[in-house]
């Protein structure tokens, strides 16, 4: 029997990282599951695959329609630069620390990028009181806010933990770690 990996669902609004690292007691050692695992989901997401698409519809997708932006291309302009790096797994008994080296485009920035602009925006076309125009207007306006906004490259270090099947998984508050780096870095 070997050890395989198993992605969760990417949680969220935009992007929260939920990885299930499934493995038993012959095959590849824990620090090659969980490397082999980390790396399998952030590669998905660095290929904004359908099941992180689907979740960004499901928590965000409403309001993207309403700015009269796809799902799709708005992950596409988020996702332009980001690449990563798994380094260092190192594992203790049933606790293991996966350091990341994590590029991203910074949202907390791209918010503030895009409300300058849009304010320059409307002052540029007073007379527009349409209200689909205007969400038009902020759509366009947030996609090339987000595209210009610059990746970054951070570093952080996730918790695992072993239950007592031998299956891997974060530890609690991975989640909301990983959201708040993607999230505002």
């Known amino acids: 029997m070997r050890k395989k990996f198993a992605p969760a669902a990417v949680a969220a609004a935009l992007l929260a990282l939920a990885i299930a690292l499934v ?31 689907s979740s960004v519809e499901e ?7 309403t ?5 799709r291309d ?8 980001f690449d990563y790096s798994v380094g260092d797994v190192k594992v203790d008994g049933d606790s293991a620390t996966v350091h ?3 590029t991203c485009r910074s ?4 918010a503030e990028a895009f409300m300058g602009a849009y304010n320059d925006a409307l002052a540029d076309v007073q007379d527009l009181t349409d209200t689909d125009a205007l969400y038009e207007l902020a759509g366009k306006t947030l996609l090339e806010s987000l595209s210009s906004t610059q990746p970054k490259t951070v570093e952080c270090d996730v918790q695992c ?8 998984s974060y530890a609690d508050g991975v989640s909301e770690q990983m959201s708040e780096l993607f999230l505002s870095q």
């Open 23 to 53: 493995g038993c007691s012959s095959g590849p050692s824990d620090e090659e599951v969980i490397r082999q695992g980390v790396s399998e989901e952030l590669a998905a997401i660095k290929a904004g695959d359908d099941e992180l698409i």
């Open 59 to 65: 928590g965000a997708g409403e309001d993207l329609k």
């Open 67 to 71: 700015l009269g932006i796809d799902a």
């Open 74 to 81: 708005f992950m596409s302009a988020y996702l332009d630069g």
């Open 100 to 102: 990341l080296s994590i």
């Open 107 to 110: 949202m907390g920035e791209a």
């Open 161 to 168: 933990q072993k239950d007592s099947d031998g299956n891997w």
